[in-house]
């Protein structure tokens, strides 16, 4: 039995689980760094804050990201995780 790959899913249970498998990538991570030197690499992404200033409207947008090894291990087991559901 051949199975098809679905075209609609629910998002937001892809994002959560994208989000709780990154949160428990990092933790693991961050509790073997000790252990292991390779996990304290880490890549910082992302923008500091900008103003945006409209006169009748101000608001401020940024964004940032510290993704290490384990913490793309687990982006990738969340959605594998999403795949299999």
Sequence with gaps: MVRTPRTSGNPWLLVALIVIGGLAGSA????LAGAV???KNA????FGPAIINLEFLSFTVGFSMVMGPLTVL???VGYLAYRRL
């Excluded at 693991?28 to 509790?31: A, P």
């Excluded at 890549?43 to 992302?46: A, E, F, I, V």
């Design 28 to 31: 693991l991570g961050d509790s």
């Design 37 to 39: 030197p390779f996990l």
């Design 43 to 46: 890549s910082h992404l992302g």
């Design 74 to 76: 687990g982006f990738i």
